[in-house]
C-alpha cells in the first residue's frame, strides 16, 4: 500500500493557460474522489469517481473543469484556461467503500499568475 | 443535503490542558460522522469515525468524540493534549446510503502551547 500519490505537487501557470493533475489512488480503492482546498477553509467537494464512471460532480464547477478516470485506476483533472480563482490546493482522496473514510494524497498546490 | 459548522476557527490551549474541538452538523437522513487531522505541512488522515452503535468513538491517540443526535453534534474531546497535538481538525459528515460524497467543515486550528 503506497498511498495516494498525486503529481505534481506544485504547478505554477499563466492566467489562460490549461493544467492537468494526476491522482493514482491505492489500488484496491474503486472510489476516487477530487476535492479544492483553500486557505482558511475545509475541502471543498468537486467530483467523485466510482471504478470509471463519474457518479458526482459539483453544481459550483465550471465547464473549465473536468476529469476522468478512463480504466478505473488513475484519475486526471483537466482545467481549461486557468484563471487567479483557481489558485487552491487540489486533492485526491480514495476509499474502498464510504463508511471506511478516505485516504488522502498530499495534493497539487496551483499558483495561477 | 448535509452541512457542517465548526463552531472555533482556533483553539489555543497548554500543554496538558484538556480540550474541545465543537462541531455541529445538518442533515435531514442517516450520516457517517469523521474527523481528520492535518498536522502542518502533511496531508489529511482520518482521526477517527462514527457510524453507528455506541454513540462515543476514540481514536488510538488518545481523542474521542460523542455523537449526539439530538443536538446533532459531534464534538471532539482529548483530557490532556501535547505539544505534538498543533495541528488542523477538520470535521466531516456524509450520509450512509445514496450519494457518498464527504462535506467538510472549515476547520479548527489547535495550537498547543508549553
Known amino acids: 500500500d503506497t498511498g495516494v500519490s498525486q503529481n505534481p505537487r506544485h504547478k505554477i501557470t499563466k492566467r489562460g493557460q490549461n493544467v492537468t493533475f494526476r491522482c493514482d489512488p491505492i489500488?484496491?480503492?474503486?472510489?476516487l474522489y477530487w476535492y479544492r482546498q483553500t486557505l482558511g477553509q475545509g475541502p471543498e467537494f468537486l467530483t467523485y469517481?466510482?471504478?470509471?464512471?463519474?457518479?458526482?460532480k459539483s453544481r459550483l464547477l465550471s465547464d473549465r473543469f473536468s476529469a476522468e478516470r478512463p480504466k478505473g485506476s488513475f484519475s486526471t483533472l483537466e482545467i481549461q484556461r486557468t484563471e487567479q480563482g483557481d489558485s487552491a490546493m487540489y486533492l485526491c482522496?480514495?476509499?474502498?467503500?464510504?463508511?471506511?473514510?478516505?485516504?488522502f494524497g498530499s495534493g497539487t498546490r496551483l499558483t495561477v499568475v | 443535503a448535509q452541512s457542517v459548522t465548526q463552531l472555533d476557527s482556533q483553539v489555543p490551549v497548554f500543554e496538558e490542558a484538556p480540550v474541545e474541538l465543537r462541531c455541529n452538523y445538518s442533515s435531514s437522513v442517516s450520516v457517517y460522522l469523521f474527523w481528520y487531522v492535518q498536522y502542518p505541512n502533511q496531508g489529511l488522515q482520518l482521526l477517527l469515525k462514527y457510524l453507528s452503535g455506541s454513540t462515543l468513538v476514540e481514536s488510538i491517540n488518545g481523542f474521542e468524540a460523542e455523537f449526539n443526535k439530538s443536538q446533532t453534534s459531534f464534538h471532539l474531546r482529548k483530557p490532556s493534549v501535547h505539544i505534538s497535538d498543533t495541528a488542523e481538525y477538520f470535521c466531516?459528515?456524509?450520509?450512509?446510503?445514496?450519494?457518498?460524497?464527504?462535506?467538510f467543515g472549515a476547520g479548527t486550528r489547535l495550537f498547543v502551547k508549553a
Open positions: 489500488s484496491e480503492h474503486n472510489r
Open positions: 482522496a480514495s476509499s474502498p467503500e464510504p463508511s471506511n473514510g478516505y485516504t
Open positions: 466531516a459528515v456524509s450520509r450512509n446510503t445514496g450519494g457518498f460524497k464527504t462535506i
Open positions: 469517481f466510482q471504478n470509471e464512471a463519474q457518479l458526482e
